[in-house]
């Protein structure tokens, strides 16, 4: 399945432009909302892509360590002295 991308900015992202997306996006908490406002704006289609495989990544990391994290804690008080 092929998309088209009418009526949508495709122009290359220079390397300057992406040092300054990667200067704001680590900027805590401003990132977070920075990546919502990307990843629904139709302006700039790798923009947008990014800005949501960012969101998704992050989600599986903050799942991936939620569970870490309640394991290691049983784990941890499972341990009686």
């Known amino acids: ?3 088209t991308y009418e009526n949508k900015n ?9 040092l300054l997306y990667l200067f ?4 805590p908490f401003v990132n977070i909302i920075v990546l ?14 990014f800005a949501k495989a960012s969101l ?3 989600a599986i990391g903050f799942v ?3 569970i870490f994290y309640y394991f290691i ?3 941890m008080d499972s341990m009686h002295y």
Do not use: C, H, P
């Open 1 to 3: 399945m092929q998309t």
């Open 24 to 27: 704001i996006l680590g900027i």
């Open 36 to 49: 919502i406002v990307w990843a629904f704006d139709n302006y700039n289609v790798a923009r947008s892509n």
């Open 73 to 75: 804690y049983s784990a």
């Open 10 to 18: 495709t122009e290359i992202i220079s390397i300057k432009t992406w």
């Open 56 to 58: 998704i990544m992050g």
């Open 64 to 66: 991936l360590m939620f």
